[in-house]
């Protein structure tokens, strides 16, 4: 049996640090998670540090993914913040990477953000946004899946294969 658990991120440690610097530079996915203004942006490597992470969990809650006892991802959500496309009061803005590959495709993500949902309902809030780049089909699937719809389109947003591509908008009201 899948044996998955998730936890909120409260101290940052040199493991966890390590995994979302991993992650962040994966080539499979950086493309999928991290917006580019070009290629430049997309060859960059970026580091988390210690530090970075205890700077986001000031203004973002961060749920670690575990599968059977291993770290195997990250899910978040922050408040109302400014890049909302629909800037309703009390939105949660919601981010999800599985980053170890071999957990991916096995119903771990869409488990992970039920249990982002209901954290996010626990909190009073009514509504979710999210963005996801247009060629990003198994993300966009996944949604859909759960309820979300689009509301919009930001043409020429992030750069991938020698273009710019949109970031598809999506919502769901709990
Ligand atoms: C997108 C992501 C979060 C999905 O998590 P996951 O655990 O792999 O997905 P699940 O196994 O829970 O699949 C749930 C649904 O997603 C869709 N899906 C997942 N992988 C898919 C794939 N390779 N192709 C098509 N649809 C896919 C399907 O609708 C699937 O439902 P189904 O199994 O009933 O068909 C994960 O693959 C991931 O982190 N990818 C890399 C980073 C990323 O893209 N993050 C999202 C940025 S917006």
């Known amino acids: 049996m899948i044996n998955i658990h998730f936890s909120r991120l409260t101290e940052p440690t040199t493991a966890i640090a390590a995994s979302f610097t991993r992650w962040e530079n994966d080539q499979q996915i950086k493309y999928l998670a991290r917006f580019n203004r070009n290629q430049a942006d997309l060859d960059a ?51 999800i990477t599985i980053g170890e590959h071999q957990a991916r495709g096995q119903g771990i993500g869409n488990q992970a953000l039920a249990y982002l949902e209901q954290q996010i309902a626990t909190q009073g809030l009514r509504r979710i946004e999210l963005g996801v780049f247009e060629f990003n089909q198994p993300a966009f699937a996944l949604y ?28 769901k009201w709990l």
């Open 45 to 95: 490597s970026n580091e988390i540090t210690i530090a970075s992470l205890v700077q986001r969990i000031q203004h973002t809650a961060i749920y670690l993914i575990y599968l059977h006892q291993q770290l195997i991802g990250e899910m978040s959500y922050q408040i109302d913040p400014p890049l909302l496309l629909k800037p309703e009061a009390n939105s949660a803005w919601i981010s």
């Open 144 to 171: 859909a899946k759960r309820g979300y719809h689009e509301i919009g389109r930001i043409t020429d947003f992030t750069y991938w294969q020698g273009r710019m591509w949109a970031d598809i908008r999506m919502e």
